[in-house]
């Protein structure tokens, strides 16, 4: 069956670091374009990035351009999303996703707090 297990959250203080990592099983990785998506509380899902299938097209949420990089390695089924001067408004739960299907890993939580 379908898995994806997202990893590398916690907790960061402002302008630092983090590297999420989602690891993805039961299907032809290769063939699905990847999304990260994050949900603060009280707020909806978002969509955070989104890479192609070959990993050649990128796009990201205006609120993160700049600051985070989403890669893949087909040769592994993991899609990964470096997050860089983070702030408070970060603050969510991280979902990867594979577009066109309806399965949600349990999300990896970022906080970014002092």
């Known amino acids: 069956q379908v898995q994806l297990v997202e990893s590398g959250g916690g907790l960061v203080q402002p302008g630092g670091s983090l590297r999420l990592s989602c690891t993805a099983s039961?299907?032809?990785?290769?063939?699905?374009?990847m999304t990260w998506y994050r949900q603060a509380p009280g707020k909806e899902r978002e969509l955070v990035a989104r890479i192609g299938s070959a990993g050649g097209s990128k796009n990201y949420a205006d609120s993160v351009r700049g600051r985070f990089t989403i890669s893949r390695d087909n040769t592994k089924n993991t899609v990964h999303l470096q997050m860089s001067s983070l702030k408070r408004e970060d603050t969510a739960v991280y979902y990867c996703?594979?577009?066109?299907?309806?399965?949600w890993g349990q999300g990896t939580q970022v906080t970014v707090s002092s």
């Open positions: 996703n594979a577009e066109g299907m309806g399965y």
């Open positions: 039961g299907f032809t990785f290769s063939m699905y374009v």
